[in-house]
């Protein structure tokens, strides 16, 4: 018997361990391994790159006028006038939207309240005066202002161009208001990831608490920096301290929402609904009218749009600031900490409460 077994051994190996792996079983050990995760992450990155590329080039390299609300004050409908809001309109590519207002003062109250982005005005001794608002979007401004002295030209209508509300000298280009509230968004979310991960300890009132402590101090340090330290935007110092940590709070809580509702994936939504959709559509680096329709209605409504919207009426149209710009990041930040809140025990984290004997 001994012998027969012997010969069956020398025969090769036999049983479970003995049959080569078959499909299923390559796949349950890859599922075990290190190797699924790390694959989908691979994937996933490529595919955030080509969209964060995409998202970005999309909506700024080439932006096009689509909607340009205009003052229209005096006798524009002479032939001269027509001639030049026609030529405009040819040169705009059919954008410019044109509303007309009696007095020069009811013009002037329409950009301070950001409902017009220029005035064309007829000027009594003939020719018209196009008044560009750079404070109101300074790539909307120039591709008036442009436009206008082209199609004066070629119309042979005297046109006279001023800026009636710049831009401040060391924000030329008017980006800066964007950047400091692209960083208040994404140190915003960065900050609410590294609370989850070196302090997983804490409760959710804790992780709220702590939450508004980083926005407010980092908001401070944004402003200040910007402001005092390097000069570039004078800014109501209050206001837009108020603005960046509403933002950076709103910002942590979101990643917060979706950390709960979906545990090591929460960077996937927060990332495409903060810096692949919002901060494009923001209205910062590019002005609304200059953006594709849908885009520019959408980022009003999301927190870097609403962000951006309220810092730019605090530096340049003090006196009229809205009210939707602080509700739409107020809603945010309350449904964020209402999910949150709610379902607190799916997230990751907090501290065993066990009394001391029943952990024994």
């Not at 007095?103 to 002037?108: C, H, L, S």
């Not at 003939?126 to 750079?134: C, E, I, R, S, T």
């Not at 208040?184 to 990831?193: N, P, Q």
Request: glycine share 12%.
């Amino acid at each position: 018997m001994a012998d027969t077994h012997d010969a069956a051994g020398e025969r090769g190996p036999h049983g479970a361990h003995g049959r080569p792996p078959t499909r299923a079983d390559t796949w349950a050990a890859f599922r075990r391994s290190p190797f699924l995760p790390a694959t989908v992450l691979v994937l996933i990155l490529a595919a955030a790159a080509a969209l964060f590329a995409g998202s970005y080039t999309y909506t700024m390299a080439n932006p096009t006028p689509r909607h340009i609300p205009t003052a229209v004050v005096g006798a524009t409908d002479t032939a001269e006038g027509r001639r030049f809001t026609d030529g405009m309109e040819r040169a705009l590519d059919a954008s410019l939207e044109l509303r007309r207002y009696g007095t020069g003062a009811a013009a002037r109250r329409a950009v301070e309240e950001q409902e017009v982005f220029a005035v064309l005005t007829a000027r009594p001794g003939g020719g018209v005066a196009l008044d560009v608002v750079g404070a109101a979007g300074a790539s909307v401004a120039q591709l008036l202002a442009e436009a206008a002295i082209r199609v004066g030209r070629a119309t042979g209508v005297p046109v006279a161009v001023r800026d009636v509300q710049p831009l401040q000298k060391g924000d030329p280009r008017g980006l800066a208001l964007f950047y400091i509230s692209l960083a208040a968004v994404i140190i915003g979310f960065v900050g609410a990831i590294q609370l989850s991960v070196h302090a997983r300890g804490l409760d959710p009132a804790e992780r709220i608490a702590f939450t508004a402590g980083y926005a407010l101090l980092g908001g401070f340090a944004i402003a200040a920096t910007v402001d005092w330290l390097l000069g570039a935007v004078d800014l109501p110092f209050g206001e837009s301290w108020l603005i960046l940590a509403l933002t950076m709070f709103t910002s942590g809580m979101v990643f917060t929402m979706f950390n709960t509702l979906m545990g090591r994936w929460a960077m996937l939504p927060t990332w495409g609904l903060m810096v692949l959709l919002g901060n494009p559509s923001s209205g910062g680096a590019v002005s609304w009218p200059l953006l594709p329709s849908a885009l520019g209605h959408l980022g009003r409504w999301l927190p870097p749009g609403a962000s951006v919207n309220a810092q730019h009426t605090a530096v340049y149209f003090g006196g009229h600031q809205h009210v939707s710009p602080f509700a739409v990041l107020g809603a945010w930040a309350l449904v964020s900490c209402g999910v949150f809140w709610f379902w607190r025990h799916r997230h990751p984290g907090g501290r065993d409460r066990a009394p001391a004997h029943a952990a024994a």
